[in-house]
């Protein structure tokens, strides 16, 4: 295996192309994952809409699992790249050691107290009488594949970190494909409906963490995969990394828990359901858009950390705005798209002329501030690659907070569908305040030679 990405010292421009695109593809392809099982769901003949609100409902669980391999991949992937960067290959196999022993135990612990306490869960964030059961034969075999979830999700940024990001790309697209195949035949061929959309994923999960593990125990990788008892205090170090991505993640699954009760309450049992419905093919959409950005941002991260312990700061600064060109070239298209395709998009998931009408009209909403949405993640991805994990937290929940107020305050000053606005004031808002605080910091540290030891 050939390493052919020298953190250090290739040219910028293609080094992040090289990283951050096969990333972006395969958080692209990873969401598929959920896309696809809400096609197919959506289309099941009889119930297709009631068991996509089903799904609906459980995705921010789902999405709430999969941030702890979030917590732990990108906190241990910075660490660990600041460490390759300091030439320290011994803290770095400890590092990874340590990242893979407790993505064991968090597997092992979600999936109990998950599977315990599901019922609660489901009732809580959304799900009525109708979509309860179709909710809870979802989330109940989802569950079970939590450990196959965690570790591809987790260990799969050690891969990226390396500098084999085409093997990265390669995991979620060894899952995403098998799914897409699998699907069909779970749900339609042995009429399983619903619960055959779950078992597909869970084996596409299964598929994925197979190879993220032989990849990992190869010789020819830099750092192979080990398990080691977890120190305490090393730990300590990748959560604090790790802890603002998965806050991010884990108050998405709050936001999207929020405005599902809230379309539920405001809209009430009939049409609640229907605004559901439409609202998971909107988010759905518009994971299509925030997953790829997290992949080049997050593509990113390890070449921001790698030379920030290697004390290469011009570096940095040119790698911050190669980053933002590619992720605003990359909204301004889908912009462009989420303005002329959504219909065919909506008539995916529903041939319902009710559905696809406020589909349509929901994605043209939550697209508005997409384009600045491009500076916010990518400042506070650097500055979380940076290690100013507070800072990075603090816009983050600022940026999140106002999309709660707005989903729950809108529907009183309006109509039950004033929640799908919450989007727009909170993206464009959180862009402004992200831009600020960058400026900043790179007129306080990043412009001035030497100044890298006060980050």
């Known amino acids: 295996m050939k390493h052919t990405n020298d953190f250090g010292n290739d040219p910028i421009p293609s080094l992040v192309l090289r990283l951050s695109v096969p990333f972006m593809f395969a958080q692209f392809v990873n969401v598929l994952y959920?896309?696809?099982?809400?096609?197919?769901?959506?289309?099941?003949?009889?119930?297709?809409?009631?068991?996509?609100?089903?799904?609906?409902?459980?995705?921010p669980i789902i999405t709430l699992l999969s941030s702890f391999g979030t917590l732990v991949g990108i906190g241990g992937s910075i660490l660990f790249s600041m460490r390759l960067g300091q030439d320290n290959k011994r803290q770095a196999?400890?590092?990874?050691?340590?990242?893979?022993?407790?993505?064991?135990?968090?597997?092992?612990?979600?999936?109990?107290?998950?599977?315990?306490?599901?019922?609660?869960?489901?009732?809580?964030?959304?799900?009525?009488?109708?979509?309860?059961?179709?909710?809870?034969?979802?989330?109940?075999?989802?569950?079970?594949?939590?450990?196959?979830?965690?570790?591809?999700?987790?260990?799969?940024?050690?891969?990226?970190?390396?500098?084999?990001?085409?093997?990265?790309?390669?995991?979620?697209?060894i899952g995403a494909v098998l799914n897409i195949l699998l699907d069909p035949l779970f749900i339609f061929v042995f009429h399983m409906n619903i619960a055959g959309a779950a078992v597909a994923t869970v084996l596409s999960q299964l598929a994925s963490c197979v190879f993220v593990l032989l990849v990992l125990l190869r010789k020819r990788m830099p750092i192979r995969l080990c398990l080691l008892r977890p120190a305490g205090r090393l730990l300590g170090q990748i959560m604090g990394l790790g802890f603002s991505p998965f806050l991010i993640l884990a108050t998405d699954s709050i936001i999207i828990i929020a405005m599902n009760a809230a379309l539920q309450y405001h809209g009430g049992p009939g049409?609640?359901?229907?605004?559901?419905?439409?609202?998971?093919?909107?988010?759905?959409?518009?994971?299509?858009?925030?997953?790829?950005?997290?992949?080049?941002?997050?593509?990113?991260q390890p070449l921001i950390s790698f030379n920030l312990g290697a004390g290469k700061q011009?570096?940095?600064?040119?790698?911050?705005?190669?980053?933002?060109?590619?992720?605003?070239?990359?909204?301004?298209?889908?912009?462009?798209?989420?303005?002329?395709?959504?219909?065919?998009?909506?008539?995916?998931?529903?041939?319902?002329?009710?559905?696809?009408?406020?589909?349509?009209?929901?994605?043209?909403?939550?697209?508005?501030?997409?384009?600045?949405?491009?500076?916010?993640?990518?400042?506070?991805?650097?500055?979380?690659?940076?290690?100013?994990?507070?800072?990075?937290?603090?816009?983050?929940?600022?940026?999140?907070?106002?999309?709660?107020?707005?989903?729950?305050?809108?529907?009183?000053?309006?109509?039950?569908?004033?929640?799908?606005?919450?989007?727009?004031?909170?993206?464009?808002?959180?862009?402004?305040?992200?831009?600020a605080v960058y400026l900043f910091i790179y007129f306080k540290y990043l412009r001035k030679p030497g100044s890298l030891q006060s980050i």
């Open 93 to 173: 196999r400890l590092i990874l050691g340590n990242c893979f022993s407790v993505l064991l135990i968090f597997s092992a612990v979600l999936t109990l107290v998950f599977l315990l306490t599901k019922g609660y869960l489901l009732s809580w964030f959304g799900a009525s009488q109708t979509t309860y059961p179709y909710a809870d034969t979802y989330l109940t075999i989802y569950t079970c594949g939590t450990f196959f979830a965690l570790l591809s999700i987790g260990m799969n940024y050690f891969i990226t970190a390396q500098g084999f990001p085409l093997l990265g790309m390669a995991t979620t697209l």
């Open 34 to 59: 959920s896309i696809v099982d809400r096609i197919y769901i959506g289309n099941i003949p009889g119930s297709g809409s009631v068991a996509l609100a089903g799904a609906g409902v459980c995705a």
């Open 271 to 300: 049409y609640g359901d229907t605004l559901i419905t439409c609202a998971t093919i909107v988010q759905s959409y518009m994971m299509l858009i925030t997953s790829p950005m997290l992949g080049i941002t997050g593509g990113s």
């Open 314 to 435: 011009d570096r940095i600064c040119r790698i911050i705005r190669c980053v933002l060109l590619l992720c605003i070239c990359f909204t301004s298209v889908m912009f462009l798209l989420s303005r002329i395709l959504p219909s065919a998009f909506a008539r995916i998931f529903t041939a319902n002329p009710e559905y696809i009408q406020l589909s349509v009209w929901g994605i043209h909403v939550f697209t508005m501030m997409i384009i600045p949405l491009s500076l916010q993640y990518t400042f506070v991805d650097s500055l979380t690659a940076l290690g100013m994990t507070k800072l990075s937290l603090t816009l983050s929940l600022f940026r999140k907070t106002l999309y709660l107020l707005a989903a729950c305050l809108l529907p009183f000053a309006f109509d039950p569908s004033g929640s799908f606005y919450a989007e727009p004031v909170a993206d464009g808002t959180g862009a402004f305040l992200s831009t």
